[in-house]
């Protein structure tokens, strides 16, 4: 009787063991890969949010007119979009915007 008892006792503790051993490899695991995945995130995210490097402007006109042939870079790729006339002459009005950049 006390060894059946025993062999039951041992068999508990060791099914308790495998179990905590497994659930803390599994957790083990299941860190590692979220860190490694927040890891990839974080890195993703920094080389996105990278600065632009904006040019360093010496004076005042300088920075007026890479804000104005910014302004004209856009307002040509929103008049490629119009439908409303036809292609030609959408590239002839881009073309003489474009021409007033400085």
């Known amino acids: ?3 059946v008892k ?3 006792m041992r068999a508990v503790a060791v099914h308790y ?6 659930t803390t490899a599994v957790a ?7 860190k490694k995945r927040l890891l990839k995130k974080a890195t993703m995210m920094s080389e996105f949010n ?3 490097g904006l040019p360093i402007f010496k004076s005042q006109q300088e920075f007026y ?3 104005r042939n910014s302004v004209i ?4 790729t929103e008049i490629q979009k119009m439908q409303g006339f036809g292609k030609d002459t959408l590239d002839s009005l881009c073309i003489y915007i474009k021409g007033m950049k400085k």
């Open 6 to 8: 025993n062999a039951r």
């Open 65 to 67: 007119d890479y804000l």
């Open 73 to 76: 870079d856009e307002v040509t």
């Open 17 to 22: 063991l495998k179990t905590i051993v497994l």
């Open 50 to 52: 990278k600065p632009t």
């Open 28 to 34: 083990a695991i299941r860190s590692f890969t979220l």
């Open 1 to 3: 009787m006390k060894a």
